[in-house]
Each structure stands twice: as structure tokens, then as C-alpha cells.
């Protein structure tokens, strides 16, 4: 088994914020200062009644589109689908992206500095879904968006997606799903289970209490183990027979690797390059907690709680999150039209591939979304996660047109 030479993930991009007060989360734990990182594109309206809300799968980030560069060892994952004239039509939207609560591109995660200045590690507190929407409702309010014109995710993005239009439907103008699903299933918790022991197994792992040691010397066998399996479950058997078969890698011998074996070894040291296995537990956990009817009378009492025009869409050969789960989400929510089907033969990887089905779908939703940018005064009902108690902040209060102006950076 191959691995590249470890290297400290890339710094994030310079846009951040930090919130103005703690964020208690559901288990209990506190963060007394949470920083997200963010992107934006296009031009917001004065009104601020055109800004659209994209949220990322497990090891995505806030860099949805875009060349790789300072900050992003990758290019945009959804890069297709922002500027000029496409599906995200930055002339009429205003796009904004934060990193996950946990991850390791800007936001507050396992690997950011906690209480005595060193990193949180196995100190940082187990969140949800819930606690990751709840950062970004704070980060909003910050921003002064009090009403998304619509909000879109996938797979992980997805889950907070849908749990923002349930805990905060009179916040979700519309809203976007894709490959993704209302509670994490069994199977897909034991996938994710899978992977959390391979890298609890890795020695560099320490109970994750790694980051102050050399870089060399984390969990990044872990985390290469993690991905390989993860990657399997990305991808679809009839695509990965196609393109490996039982060829073995060329230039190996007859004992050498299975191509499909170098496949897996190539995105294993590309993530542990640029990824945080702390940030990668502790998303995958947020992750088997999702359950949007815990707490609110099952599953399809808080989907009928959603009011935002909605597109729901499933890749037909998606084995990870399998298109029952996007029909159970599309039959729940009152304002869902019929389930829409992405052909792909690249299994869940599809709704990131298959752009010239997905952009379609966007743009029908933000068509949608343009007599949709009412805010109708409703009671919020009770909210997951909580931000409160309300510290004096060390600086003056933000300045919301610079932290959402495109051409304002190092923020």
C-alpha cells in the first residue's frame, strides 16, 4: 500500500468571520469563539433579497467555484454552476458558501486554536447538523441576510440545506436538494462507522490530540483507509468495472497493484494532503446524527413544516444515498414538485459530475425563487442549536457591506 508524503493541509481562504457570541451546542459544549470561513460571489442587492446560500458535501469547503490557488489546492467543486449566465447567475445572485462548522477551510474545527491556545483536538465538542446550521443562522444575522432567496446543498450540504428550511422555514425563500436525505440511514451510518475506526485505529491518531506534533506523524494512514472506503461507496460498480475491470495499474508487474487499487491509493494521499482527519471525524459525525424529525414528531411532521418552493433530485445510480431516500423527502415536503432524476453512471459522485442535468434543476429552482423573496412574519419555531449568552465583543460591530463585498479580501 502506497502513501504520498503527508504535508499540513493548505491554509484556508482569507475571507472569515467570527460570530459575536458563543455557540452552545445540543450536547452541551460550548465554543466561546467560533470563526467561518466563506466565499461570495456576485453583487449583493441593497435589500439584500438576491443572496443565495450553497452548502458543501463532507470534504468540500466554501470554494465552490473557481481556480486552485493560495488557500485551495482544488479547483471550485461545483465550478460550472456560478458566473455570468449559468444556473447560479452571478448578474442577478448573489452567491454565498461558509465552510462547515468542524472543517478545516476557515471555520472553527478540531485543528483551530480552543482555550490556552492550543488546538482543541479531542476537546472539541461533538456537534450536529443542527449545530452546524445554527453557526450559520448566527453567521447570517451577521451578514444581515435575514431571508436566503434560496438555499442549495448536496449529500452533507443537503442535510444542512433541508434542516434549514425545517428549524428556519420563514428564513428559506426556496431551497435545493440533491443526493442527500431526511435522516442518515443505517447503512449509511455503518459506512461512516467504517471509516472512524480507521482512523482511530492509526497510532497517530493520539485520542485526537495530534496537531501540535510533526506533521508526518498524524493519523494520515487513517485517513487514507477512511477515503478508500468512502470513495467505493462515491462511485458506481458498474462504472468502476468499466473503467478498471481486473486490469492490473501498467508498469507494476504481474504482482503490481489493481488499477482500481492505484484509483483509491491516488484519492487517498490527495485528501490527506489537504485535509484534517479531527475535521473529518467530527463531521462524519455531524453527519449520523442528521435526523430532522428527532425531537419534532418523526420525519414527515417537521418536512411539512417546510414552505420554501423546493426541487428534490436523486442520481439514479446512487448506492450511498440511494434515490428512496431523496423520494421519501420530495413525497413529505408540502411544497416539493415531483422527484427529479439525474442518468449518471458515476453514482453519488453524479450530482458533482452530471452539471448539464443539475444546472437545469438550479435555475428552474431560483426561477421559482424570484417571486419567492417575501419574508411572511411567521413565529420561528424552536431552534436546534443556540448562540447565546452574549459576551462583550473585542471589537467594534462588523461591518456587514464590507464582510460581503466580493472585492473586500483578508477579512
Not at 449520523?288 to 413544516?305: C, I, K
Request: aromatic letters at 6%.
Amino acid at each position: 500500500m502506497s502513501h504520498a508524503a503527508h504535508t499540513t493541509p493548505a491554509p484556508a481562504g482569507p475571507r472569515s468571520l467570527t460570530l459575536p457570541a458563543p455557540l452552545w451546542t445540543e450536547s452541551g459544549e460550548v465554543l466561546p469563539e467560533v470563526r467561518i470561513g466563506y466565499e461570495t460571489w456576485g453583487r449583493l442587492a441593497p435589500d439584500r433579497s438576491n443572496a443565495v446560500l450553497v452548502l458543501h458535501a463532507l470534504t468540500g469547503d466554501s470554494h465552490v467555484a473557481g481556480p486552485a490557488g493560495p488557500g485551495f489546492p482544488t479547483p471550485g467543486w461545483w465550478d460550472g454552476l456560478i458566473g455570468p449566465g449559468r444556473a447560479l447567475d452571478t448578474d442577478r445572485w448573489f452567491v454565498v458558501a461558509p465552510n462547515a462548522l468542524g472543517g478545516c477551510r476557515g471555520s472553527t474545527g478540531p485543528a483551530s486554536p480552543g482555550p490556552g491556545g492550543r488546538a482543541w483536538g479531542s476537546r472539541f465538542p461533538r456537534l450536529t447538523i443542527r449545530d452546524q446550521v445554527a453557526a450559520e443562522v448566527a453567521a447570517a444575522d451577521v451578514w444581515g441576510v435575514e431571508r436566503w432567496a434560496a438555499v442549495v446543498g448536496g449529500s452533507m450540504g443537503g442535510m444542512r440545506a433541508v434542516e434549514w428550511a425545517v428549524s428556519h422555514p420563514e428564513r428559506v425563500g426556496a431551497l435545493f436538494l440533491i443526493a442527500t436525505a431526511a435522516a442518515a440511514g443505517a447503512e449509511q451510518i455503518a459506512w461512516c462507522s467504517t471509516q472512524l475506526h480507521a482512523i482511530r485505529a492509526d497510532p497517530g491518531w493520539a485520542d485526537g490530540d495530534y496537531h501540535d506534533r510533526p506533521a508526518e506523524a498524524g493519523p494520515w494512514r487513517g485517513l487514507g483507509l477512511a477515503r478508500r472506503i468512502a470513495h467505493v461507496t462515491y462511485r458506481s460498480e458498474p462504472e468502476l468495472a468499466a473503467r478498471f475491470g481486473r486490469r492490473r495499474q501498467p508498469g507494476e508487474g504481474p504482482n503490481g497493484r489493481y488499477a482500481v487499487e492505484s484509483y483509491l491509493d491516488h484519492h487517498a494521499a490527495k485528501l490527506s494532503a489537504r485535509f484534517d482527519a479531527g475535521s473529518y471525524v467530527a463531521l462524519t459525525e455531524a453527519m449520523n446524527s442528521h435526523d430532522v424529525g428527532r425531537g419534532r414528531g418523526g420525519v414527515a411532521a417537521a418536512l411539512a413544516r417546510i414552505t420554501a418552493p423546493t426541487v428534490v433530485a436523486a442520481v439514479d445510480s446512487d448506492r450511498l444515498y440511494p434515490p428512496s431516500q431523496q423520494r421519501t423527502l420530495a413525497d413529505a415536503i408540502p411544497t416539493a414538485g415531483p422527484l427529479r432524476v439525474v442518468r449518471s453512471a458515476y453514482g453519488h459522485d453524479g450530482f458533482l459530475l452530471e452539471l448539464d442535468q443539475v444546472a437545469p434543476l438550479v435555475a428552474e429552482l431560483l426561477g421559482r425563487a424570484e417571486g419567492a423573496n417575501r419574508v411572511d412574519g411567521a413565529e420561528p419555531p424552536e431552534r436546534a442549536g443556540r448562540v447565546g449568552r452574549p459576551v462583550p465583543t473585542r471589537n467594534p460591530p462588523p461591518d456587514r457591506n464590507a464582510l460581503l463585498d466580493p472585492t473586500v479580501t483578508g477579512r
